[in-house]
């Protein structure tokens, strides 16, 4: 029970602390506990919020499988019929009856009644350049031909219908199911463990972005780092966040900052606050020691640069764009005193802006 938890939340902080795979309060998550419950985001949360004691909904996902088994068989003479009669509004009812407890359920959560036991649906800029494109559903059989394909329908009932006919039609003929792309719209990928879910998006991903020849390399190096930060105690919960700002882009002005060595936000107190003492630059091949050196030298790092990006490290992703948001002021107010000297805080001066738990933490690495 505590690792399908910890799976879930794994799934939903991966996918929610990614611009590429969700946006807002879009995609969500599931897991099923035994044959009968599941968890699944709740509708309004951020996937990178949810946590063991909120941000997910408790569903009796059998009683929908039932419902829709009895009712939406695409193989069933009298569905045309019946099928018609799952209306937005009988849609409503069922979530209504199959939930348990925990906030209101997104009308998404049919997509992962069905699916296998963690279930991660996305909405990856990647996926949709080829589901929003035309021809792109039939370039997506032949990258991924054991993939469930669903044409587009309104999300809620008709596209639960839709998805449930395809999804079954398609395992009848052998498809295992696992993946699903979802006509203007996204990505369903479901597995056993919740590496198996990340691993399969990545791949997924990597094989469309090597189709359409465009770059793919440091949104999953934000996961890349994600993986390595969860390793130091105490990190465990924090998420890694790319910057897409324009200052603090490959090309944006704190390059010319960075070019210039003169990457210093010791200018101001919110600068501190917010970025900590320093960015952390990591080299191409770092290690774990090389993070826990830099921490017990500077405290936990906000800022973090990897192969000619920046990556924010933070409890949330309203955090992250809080600190996204001063850090891109930093690299304008160095950006055009290139030339000229800055006065800079003192270490003491720092220090003495950083609280003590900080400084706790850093003495017990
Ligand atoms: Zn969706």
């Known amino acids: ?157 008709a596209l639960a219908k839709a998805y449930y006919k395809r999804y079954c039609g398609q395992q009848a003929q052998g498809a295992d199911g696992s993946v699903i792309f979802l006509e203007n719209h996204g990505l369903v990928v479901s597995g056993d463990s919740a590496d198996q879910v990340i691993g399969c998006t990545e791949e997924i991903l990597q094989k469309i972005a090597d189709y359409l020849q465009l770059p793919y390399e440091a949104c999953p190096n934000a996961t890349k780092l994600w993986d390595a930060f969860a390793e130091i105690p105490g990190l465990k919960d924090k998420i890694v966040y790319l910057s897409e700002n324009s200052f603090l882009s490959r090309n944006g002005l704190a390059q010319a900052v960075l070019k210039e060595e003169k990457w210093n936000q010791a200018f101001c107190p919110d600068c501190i606050v917010y970025g900590s003492k320093r960015p952390l630059f990591l080299a191409d091949d770092f290690s774990a020691a090389d993070l826990t050196a830099f921490i017990k030298k500077n405290g936990i790092p906000a800022m973090i640069c990897f192969r000619g990006y920046f990556y924010i490290l933070a409890e949330s992703v309203k955090k992250a764009q809080e600190i996204e948001n001063v850090m891109s002021f930093a690299a304008q107010v160095q950006a055009a005193n290139l030339s000229h000297e800055m006065n800079y805080l003192s270490e003491g001066q720092q220090d003495e802006l950083l609280n003590w738990d900080a400084e706790k933490f850093r003495r017990q690495l």
């Open 1 to 157: 029970m505590e690792n399908r938890m910890q799976g879930f939340i794994r799934i939903s902080k991966y996918a929610g602390m990614r611009n590429d795979l969700a946006q807002a309060g879009g995609g969500n998550t599931s897991v099923k506990l035994d044959d009968r419950v599941m968890l699944v985001k709740s509708s309004g949360f951020q996937l990178a919020d949810v946590s063991e004691d909120s941000g997910y909904t408790k569903i009796d996902y059998r009683m929908i499988v039932d419902y829709f088994q009895e009712n939406v068989r695409a193989d069933r003479q009298s569905v045309p019929a019946e099928a018609d009669a799952f209306t937005e509004d009988t849609g409503k009812k069922l979530l209504q009856e199959a939930q348990i407890e925990g906030g209101r359920a997104s009308i998404e959560t049919f997509l992962h009644a069905i699916t296998g036991k963690y279930t991660l649906h996305s909405h990856p800029a990647l996926v949709n350049i080829l589901t929003a494109r035309a021809g792109g559903m039939d370039v997506l059989h032949t990258l991924f031909p054991e993939a469930v394909l669903v044409p587009y329908r309104k999300p809620g009932a």
